[in-house]
């Protein structure tokens, strides 16, 4: 077996550094058969890859970005990392546990913040969800008193404890389900687009919050966001994700070059020729009468085109960007919408 996967007996102690596979996925695929109607009793079965042949690992006390356009497979790939989905295929280990086979072991080692959907009681004070929580995760009343009210002071929550949740604005519900998802002291705390919908003040708050709970307790992080500011001020490291496939991991710095290093114009000549002279740009392929020229993505293609124009007989011409900048663009004009 891999070298990737923490002890399948779960024996992962402190002994475990960063860097080990802490959180690590090999080969992960999960495909979601989907019916449609499209007539009186006919139906059409569609498979949908939301997560395809994906690994990576996550070391003990990283806190890792995890972004990616919409219907990437971001949440998808939480999902199976809490044991709520299982894999189509793949391995998947958290803190040495697999994650589907034993979800109840697994739950007292992580804690799970979904945005979009609260775990806490709709009804209910908010102190109710944490009774529960309490009994739930028998968590020892000392060990929880503790907990209680440092999550309270750090959150702020004092004041709305016994407040029905319903009754809760969004960043108080958000505060509130963060706490929630710590009470236990968690190893692991996955985040699903934990600000989305927050106002400036209660995401600076939730972000701060979050270092200091990666810094104070080692805590490893996974934060999935739309915000990028989220990653800028919170993640070194960060795992793009598109189309159900990993598509960039490394430093935040590196994802910006990436973003921002060539782009490449593809153009059609009349007939073959020796590779094409111009400025500023330079000719990677050449196959028949085409040639594929590589340029910096910060300058216009508008120069290269009308040198280009000028000089040689072209048929047409196209600008690719490469993969990483599509997806960076896209989240970037979604950012802008949001
Ligand atoms: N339960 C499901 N049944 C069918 N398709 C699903 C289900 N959950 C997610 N999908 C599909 O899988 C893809 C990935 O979804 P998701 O993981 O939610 O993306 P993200 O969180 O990155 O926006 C999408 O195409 C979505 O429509
Ligand atoms: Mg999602």
């Not at 546990?97 to 009804?123: C, K, M, N, Y």
């Not at 016994?162 to 009754?167: K, T, Y």
């Not at 290093?261 to 590779?275: F, G, H, M, N, W």
Request: net charge negative; aromatic share 6%; charged share 25%.
């Amino acid at each position: 077996m891999s070298d990737l996967i923490t002890g399948d007996d779960g024996t992962v102690g402190s002994d475990v550094v960063a860097g080990d596979g802490f959180i690590a996925l090999e080969g992960v695929e999960k495909v979601f058969e989907v019916r449609r109607k499209t007539g009186f009793l006919r139906r059409e079965r569609r498979e949908v890859r939301a997560v395809d042949a994906l690994s990576f690992t996550v070391g003990r006390g990283e806190m890792v970005g995890y972004i990616g356009p919409n219907g990437a497979g971001k949440s998808t790939t939480i999902k199976m990392l809490t044991g709520i989905l299982t894999p189509s295929a793949g391995r998947l280990r958290v803190a040495g546990i697999d994650p589907a086979r034993e979800r109840s072991r697994l739950a007292h080692r992580i804690g799970v913040v979904f945005g979009q959907r609260t775990t806490l009681w709709w009804d209910l004070p908010l102190i109710d969800s944490y009774r529960l929580a309490h009994r739930m995760y028998r968590i020892p009343d000392a060990r929880y008193r503790e907990n209680l009210d440092r999550l309270v002071e750090l959150l702020d929550l004092g004041a709305l404890l016994d407040v029905p949740v319903r009754q809760l604005s969004l960043g108080q519900r958000m505060r509130g389900d963060i706490a929630a998802a710590l009470l236990h002291d968690p190893d692991v705390l996955y985040l699903d687009e934990p600000t989305i919908g927050l106002d400036v003040v209660s995401k600076a708050r939730v972000r701060e919050f979050l270092r200091e709970v990666n810094a104070e307790r080692g805590t490893t992080v996974l934060l999935t966001t739309h915000d990028l500011q989220d990653i800028e001020q919170l993640c070194s490291r960060v795992m793009v994700i598109d189309h159900g496939r990993l598509v960039y991991d490394g430093p935040l710095a590196g994802l910006h070059e990436a973003g921002e290093s060539e782009r490449t114009l593809v153009v059609d000549l009349e007939r073959e020729l020796p590779p094409v002279q111009v400025p500023s740009a330079r000719v990677v392929r050449v196959e028949g009468p085409r040639q594929w020229l590589a340029f910096p993505a910060g300058q216009s293609a508008a120069p290269v085109v009308a040198h280009l124009a000028a000089r040689y007989p072209l048929v047409d011409l196209s600008v690719r960007e490469p993969d990483i900048e599509a997806v960076i663009a896209r989240m970037y004009a979604e950012k802008a919408v949001s």
